[in-house]
């Protein structure tokens, strides 16, 4: 069985900075892309940003210049680390990766989600 636990949400000022980390674990056999999504109360989850299992990394507009996401492909996380947050950054933020199997599957997996609340 195969979990994401994302960790580092909280509630911070306007102008604050926050760091997310994802924890992959159990039946790993290795990982291609890891993602971080949003979704912010009535909408739709939204890509933020993703990462490449060589380090190549794609952010939204909205979060470019502020945000940076990055890997560490030996214990098997992902960070976002989140700078100059905005009120409309606030949202459960989800840890998404594409894991590969013992044999030649790769199936995608979620993390349970943790909140950023960012005050005006």
């Known amino acids: 069985q195969v979990r994401l636990v994302e960790s580092g949400g909280g509630l911070v000022q306007a102008g604050g900075s926050l760091r997310l980390s994802c924890a992959a674990s159990g039946r790993i056999f290795g990982i291609n892309d890891m993602a971080w999504y949003r979704q912010a109360p009535g909408k739709q989850r939204e890509l933020v940003a993703d990462?490449?299992?060589?380090?190549?990394?794609n952010h939204v507009d909205s979060v470019k210049g502020r945000f940076t996401i990055s890997r560490d492909n030996a214990k098997n996380m992902v960070y976002l680390q989140m700078n100059s947050l905005k009120p409309e950054d606030t949202a459960v933020y989800y840890c998404?990766?594409?894991?590969?199997?013992?044999?030649?599957?790769?199936?995608?997996?979620w993390g349970q989600g943790t909140q950023v609340t960012v005050s005006s």
């Open positions: 990462i490449t299992s060589s380090g190549n990394t």
């Open positions: 998404n990766a594409w894991i590969r199997g013992r044999f030649t599957e790769v199936n995608e997996y």
